[in-house]
């Protein structure tokens, strides 16, 4: 039998940890369109990683699933902040919706970065959501407010770094932006 010390005291221990917040951050890194020219989404991935970074790659499509697991896990207390979502060219379209989904829902979004969102115009972003950076070509498409939205967009013309919309992300000097800016809003 135990003495009544050590089973205080484990008690005690259990119930810090359950209350303990989660502290690291969820970084959302979304391909374009059938996951062919992303490359750089994965090697962004990898970098952020080896700084400690908890980064994850996904298809397009796959915001929805994501947002509902997160929305979930925020009702159990169990999301960790900041989110960041940075989506490339069909990604980049899908990060407002997966944005919004996750405001509507009751989440704060930290930080989105769109690298060129392409085919379709992006929906506009609406409450719970800090910043949003867009990186894109001349011709590409723009991020805009929406109602309730009352975080700041900052668009990034990237013509003077020679990309097009099938490299941006994928360039060296945009790869250092993109994460530099993650690594600031996670503090890592």
């Known amino acids: 039998m135990r003495p009544i010390n050590t089973v205080l005291q484990q008690t005690f221990v ?8 989660v502290t690291a951050e969820e970084v959302y890194m979304i391909r374009g369109y059938m996951d062919v020219f992303s490359a750089g989404m994965n090697q962004m991935t990898s970098r952020l ?10 298809s397009n ?19 960790s902040h900041p989110i960041v979502i940075v ?26 970065i769109g690298l060129d969102p392409g085919f379709a115009e992006p929906v506009a972003f609406g409450p719970n959501i800090r910043q949003v950076v867009n990186y ?10 929406g109602r309730g939205f009352n975080g700041s967009i ?16 994928k360039n060296p000097q945009v790869q250092h932006q ?3 800016r993650i690594r600031r809003k996670v503090g890592k």
Do not use: C, M
Request: glycine residues 14%.
């Open 154 to 169: 900052r668009t990034i013309n990237v013509s003077k770094y020679g990309v097009d919309h099938v490299g941006i992300d």
């Open 61 to 79: 499509g796959e915001w929805r699933d994501l947002a509902r697991n997160i929305i979930r896990r925020n009702k159990q207390g169990k999301v």
């Open 178 to 180: 993109v994460i530099r």
């Open 14 to 21: 259990a119930a810090i940890l359950a209350a303990t917040p």
């Open 49 to 58: 990683k080896r700084y400690g970074v908890k980064a994850s790659v996904h």
């Open 87 to 112: 989506g490339h060219s069909l990604g980049g379209v899908e990060a407002p919706k997966f944005a919004n989904a996750l405001g509507r829902g009751g989440v704060k979004v930290g930080l989105v």
């Open 136 to 145: 894109k070509i001349p011709s590409g498409q723009n991020y805009r407010r």
